[in-house]
């Protein structure tokens, strides 16, 4: 993923300072729902909506993978739509890209182009993508991680993340590298 230069410490400030303006500390955890109300964006359910169209039950059924979540905008709104046939860890991964969508100021666009395929920009999802790895566990929550060598369940369980979203992080924050370093 070739991300613009500077975006990935962009990303870091932008996921501390939303950490900061809810009065947690850089390295707190910092659930998709907090943030998501903090920024009065509504998160619902694929089940929730089941009960309007029976034809959603497939999201959560058969074709299960096929969709994580998605932003519907509403003029200057914004609610996103969670897949609650997933994983907790996956739920949060996916509500914080489409969070950092609405903090990066994503326009919206066509979810489908004129054949009928998935419209895909990505440039702008890749950014998402890095942005909600960082809402999820900043650089300086993976350091912290591994500076007091927390055990990978446990700051699963803290940061509500994934085993793959835990070892991006701590990965892509140099915190295992410097973990090594430290110990040699």
């Not at 619902?44 to 074709?63: N, P, Q, Y």
């Not at 994580?68 to 905008?73: D, E, I, N």
């Not at 992080?169 to 590298?177: E, T």
């Amino acid at each position: 993923m070739s991300l613009r230069h500077g975006f990935k410490a962009e990303a870091n400030r932008l996921a501390v300072q939303m950490r900061r303006e809810l009065g947690l500390h850089p390295a707190a955890p910092l659930a998709p729902a907090q943030l998501a109300e903090h920024l009065a964006i509504p998160i619902k359910t694929f089940s929730s909506a089941i009960a309007h169209d029976a034809r959603l039950e497939r999201l959560l059924t058969t074709e299960r993978e096929s969709l994580s979540a998605l932003t519907v905008h509403a003029g200057p709104r914004r609610e996103i739509w969670v897949n609650d046939s997933h994983d907790p860890g996956r739920q949060n991964s996916s509500a914080d890209h489409e969070i950092a969508h609405a903090l990066l100021m994503h326009p919206p666009g066509p979810a489908l182009d004129v054949l009928g395929c998935r419209h895909w920009d990505g440039e702008i999802e890749g950014e998402a993508d890095w942005l909600a790895g960082n809402l999820l566990i900043t650089n300086e929550a993976a350091w912290s991680i591994a500076r007091k060598g927390i055990s990978p369940e446990m700051a699963m369980v803290e940061y509500g993340v994934s085993r793959s979203m835990l070892t991006w992080r701590m990965n892509m924050s140099g915190a295992n590298a410097r973990r090594g370093r430290s110990a040699s």
